[in-house]
């Protein structure tokens, strides 16, 4: 299997794109006529710079509008082929790919399509070339690729083959078993595409939303194994039309799509036990058992109005770092780190983003063996100097240059408490009932949604869920959830094209990316309330219109309602599953807690988001200095 990266997953400009699909470590491009196009040099100029960075140009695409036409028209697309033949041979390219004609004046008809290639075949063929053909989802006469191949069968011409593209194939839900029978060598390219399940046009769909294998809801896999069972060992190549990926950037883009791609040959390999050469070994996703801890980098200043914060909730000073400025808050099975040392990367991060969360650590079965998979699935790997008997924490960076420490019982990381700080004793604790971390929510560039996607489900044995849209007063926030089954780990990922949503706003305050908001575990709601009263925790205030339609709409009675009132506590409620949210207000710097309690309920409260959204700006405008 050879793989490859088409040019139009990327954005920026040919010389940009082939950079970072060089620096992905491909070796293989499909140029799309348009950069081409584009290109201020000569496809000789093009093919120096590709051959230069170490890759080859695979195919040369997309030829349109050739199979079935009249006259006049059939002679001038020859025509028109021949000129894309000299292209080709000063680009270096001997694969030409043709997708299925959309042109009102073709004709339809298997056996003329089939003519038409084998002339197309002959001509390639004098000049050493090839030809594949595609049945684009929305072609006019063929858009499956059962009649695709039916049409290169019936060619019957050694240089004329068959693309498979996954989008095509599965965005149509065509019967996939067809493929099996297919001799390998016909296939002559095989594209890979993933999307998200939309009910829109095949063609707005594809030219927009296509994204990363893995990164959407498209059976892969089941194409993936058809493939497998035909022997194919071909080119193999990501081509993805994204509106996000366009917007984005190219190099982060690229690597995106090598790690897509590794995962899904992993999978496959690990499936159908499959050799694929070249694929390095991965070790396999990790098994996450949830939070360890998540660690806060802070200043002096920000160090007491923080710890004042975590009294309030309930925490307890419970160790000290033996040779930092850093201190572990405990309760229940949360543990929140203070980094408040004067050197080294929480510092730095401090100085970009203020009080904020510079890493977290997750518990996994086999932390070592993460760092691998992440270290090859091209993840950066982040090591910090140890005091000396001090443990070394395996880590990786993740959202806007955050880190992803990863502990396990194992290698004895799990002692890291023992070793590294010094307990504080505590005399008689209850705390506020919170028990542990529920879910993290991070926010992040809209570009961006679905790198830190990926990244996620490609190390972690994790699920995900549909994307939700949720109403921000000041624009509309997408926000889709990464859980493990047991639900030990859950992420929000929150994103939003407006500049004046709530997300956005805590972008641009916290300098980039990262976690806006903890939610934690109580068994309580109502007793944690009162403990947080009690401590003198700002919560945010929910309007009594809430609670009036909540009366109505629920069956709570209306001393139940008065509760959730009195305590400001927001309430879901799925089948006879209950749900309960209380906020806190905003900390310096954007972060907030959530304090939930679940009473078998599996979701994140989606019907009040608004609610606490509107309520959160209202407090935010309160408190600009001009009253707005
Ligand atoms: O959207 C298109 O036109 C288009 C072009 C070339 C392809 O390979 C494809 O899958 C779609
Ligand atoms: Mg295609």
Redesign the pocket.
């Known amino acids: 299997m050879r793989t490859a990266i088409a040019t139009v997953c990327l954005s920026g400009t040919l010389s940009e794109k082939i950079e970072a699909i060089a620096a992905a470590q491909f070796k293989g491009v499909e140029i799309f006529e348009t950069d081409l196009l584009s290109f201020n040099r000569t496809p000789a100029d093009a093919r120096r710079m590709i051959e230069d960075l170490g890759l080859e140009t695979i195919t040369f695409?997309?030829f349109r509008d050739f199979e079935g036409m009249p006259e006049p028209q059939r002679s001038k697309v020859f025509a028109r082929a021949e000129r894309k033949f000299d292209v080709m041979e000063e680009l270096g390219c001997d694969l030409l790919?043709v997708?299925s004609n959309v042109s009102p004046d073709s004709l339809g008809g298997i056996e003329r399509a089939a003519a038409d290639f084998h002339e197309l075949g002959e001509r390639a063929a004098k000049r050493g070339m090839r030809v594949a053909f595609?049945a684009?989802s929305w072609g006019r006469h063929i858009h499956d690729y059962r009649d695709a191949w039916e049409v290169v069968r019936r060619a019957d011409h050694p240089a004329v083959g068959l693309v498979l593209?996954s989008?095509?194939v599965l965005a149509r839900g065509t019967d996939l078993s067809a493929i099996r029978s297919i001799p390998a060598d016909r296939i002559f390219l095989v594209?890979m595409a993933d999307a998200p399940r939309l009910d829109m046009d095949y063609l707005s769909w594809?030219?927009h939303y296509r994204c990363f294998p893995g990164q959407g809801d498209l059976p892969i896999a089941d194409f993936m194994n058809a493939l497998q069972a035909t022997g194919f060992d071909g080119l193999l190549s990501l081509?993805i039309?994204n509106d996000r990926f366009r917007a984005g950037s190219a190099r982060s883009v690229a690597i995106d799509g090598q790690r897509s791609l590794m995962v899904m040959l992993d999978e496959l390999r690990r499936h159908t036990g499959a050799d694929i050469p070249g694929l390095p070994d991965l070790p396999a996703k990790a098994t996450c058992s949830g939070v360890e801890f998540l660690e806060f980098a802070v200043d002096e200043r920000g160090a007491l109005a923080f710890e004042r914060t975590l009294s309030g909730l309930g925490f307890r000073k419970a160790g000290l770092h033996r040779s930092k400025s850093v201190t572990r808050w405990r309760q229940g099975d949360i543990n929140i780190v203070v980094n408040a040392d004067k050197e080294g990367f929480a510092h730095s991060f401090n100085i970009t983003h203020g009080t904020s969360v510079c890493a977290m650590a997750l518990r996994v079965d086999d932390a070592p063996g993460t760092v691998n998979r992440a270290v090859t699935l091209l993840d950066q790997p982040f090591q910090q100097p140890v005091g000396p008997g001090e443990m070394n924490i395996p880590a990786v960076r993740g959202l806007g240059g955050s880190l992803l420490y990863f502990v396990d019982h194992k290698t004895g990381l799990d002692r890291l408490w023992d070793v590294d700080f010094k307990p504080v004793e505590g005399d008689d604790f209850t705390g506020a009932g919170l028990r542990t971390v529920d879910h993290i929510s991070q926010s992040m560039h809209y570009e961006e949604m679905l790198t830190w996607l990926l990244f996620y489900t490609s190390l972690l044995n994790v699920r995900t869920t549909p994307t939700q849209t949720v109403i921000d007063p000041g624009g509309v926030v997408q926000s889709q959830a990464i859980e493990t089954q047991d639900g030990s780990l859950r992420l929000i990922l929150n994103a939003s094209q407006s500049q004046r949503t709530l997300s956005s706003r805590f972008l641009s305050e916290l300098f980039g990316s990262g976690v806006q908001h903890i939610a934690l575990a109580t068994g309580d709601i109502f007793a944690t309330a009162e403990h947080l009263k009690a401590n003198g925790v700002d919560l945010l205030p929910i309007p009594e219109n809430y609670y009036d339609d909540l009366e109505g709409r629920s069956d709570l009675t209306s001393e139940e309602v008065a509760r959730l009132r009195e305590s400001n506590i927001l309430y879901d409620r799925e089948g006879g599953d209950e749900y309960f949210q209380i906020y806190t207000k905003t900390l310096e710097g954007g972060l907030f807690f959530e304090i939930v309690e679940r009473r078998g309920y599996r979701g994140y409260g989606a019907v009040n988001a608004p609610i606490r959204l509107a309520a959160q700006t209202r407090l935010a405008s309160d408190n600009l200095p001009s009253g707005i």
């Open positions: 695409q997309p790919m997708c595609e684009l593209d989008f095509h594209q594809s030219r081509e039309f």
